[in-house]
């Protein structure tokens, strides 16, 4: 079955740096990749859609200039939380569909706490 | 105003028992997943629907579009089963996900 990684799986920052998360589809393609945020207790919560070679769609009310995503690969999206303040601090997903029917394969996700 | 609506929030069951969530949905979907989240975090995509029934080992998922409902259902559940399972419909004509708050499952031995 298609796998995806991301790399870090947990990072702690402190408030003001920038913070970047790689999303890898290992053995598939993937032209779309989705970033998703899930606060405690909470659902996920879509974010961006991710598109190889052109710009991301951000859903309304998530900040692209704080939010940055590059797909430069069909393997690889990079989400870089800049200037990351304590209310940044979530769970961050990314998925990718892959199959006939599009099934979405997610990543295992990462923690992120800003102090 | 949330477009999935999950029920239960919470269910504790027996090992041994049936299990069965619901979700219900406000917009016309193209397709309908259903996810299972473990304590971890990481999360597995174990059915996406668009119409009818689907089942894989002791999991059956069903969808009635007409009246924008969906059933999850665990047969002989395990305590393995214990996690969240959440609902997340993709609208018609979008790449978007509108997801269920999820329904928090815990199986006792």
């Known amino acids: 079955g298609a796998v995806v990684s991301q790399h870090p799986s947990r990072v702690i920052c402190k408030s003001g740096t920038s913070v970047k998360i790689e999303c890898r589809s290992l053995?598939?393609?993937?032209?779309?990749m989705f970033w998703y945020r899930q606060f405690p207790k909470q659902s996920l919560m879509l974010m961006a859609t991710?598109?190889?070679?052109?710009?991301?769609?951000?859903e309304q009310g998530v900040e692209k200039d704080k939010f940055l995503i590059n797909h430069a690969s069909l393997t690889l999206s990079t989400l870089t939380v800049t200037s990351a303040h304590p209310e940044d601090s979530s769970f961050y997903i990314c998925?990718?569909?892959?199959?006939?029917?599009?099934?979405?394969?997610f990543g295992p996700g990462t923690r992120l706490t800003v102090l | 105003k949330n477009e999935v609506e999950q029920s239960p929030q919470n269910l504790t069951a027996q090992e041994g028992e049936f299990i069965t969530i619901n979700c219900s949905y406000s917009?016309?979907?193209?397709?309908l997943h259903w996810l299972q989240q473990h304590p971890g975090g990481g999360i597995v995509s174990l059915f996406m629907?668009?119409?009818g029934k689907k089942k894989h080992g002791r999991l059956i998922a069903t969808i009635n579009i007409q009246e924008k409902h969906s059933s999850l259902h665990i047969t002989a559940s395990h305590p393995r089963d214990s996690a969240v399972y959440i609902c997340?419909?993709?609208?018609?004509?979008?790449?978007?996900?509108?997801f269920g708050t999820g329904t928090s499952l815990t199986v006792i031995p």
């Open positions: 998925s990718a569909p892959w199959g006939v029917r599009d099934t979405q394969y």
């Open positions: 053995d598939f393609q993937a032209t779309t």
């Open positions: 991710s598109n190889e070679g052109s710009k991301a769609t951000y």
């Open positions: 917009v016309g979907i193209s397709a």
């Open positions: 629907l668009s119409s």
């Open positions: 997340a419909v993709t609208p018609k004509r979008t790449h978007q996900f509108y």
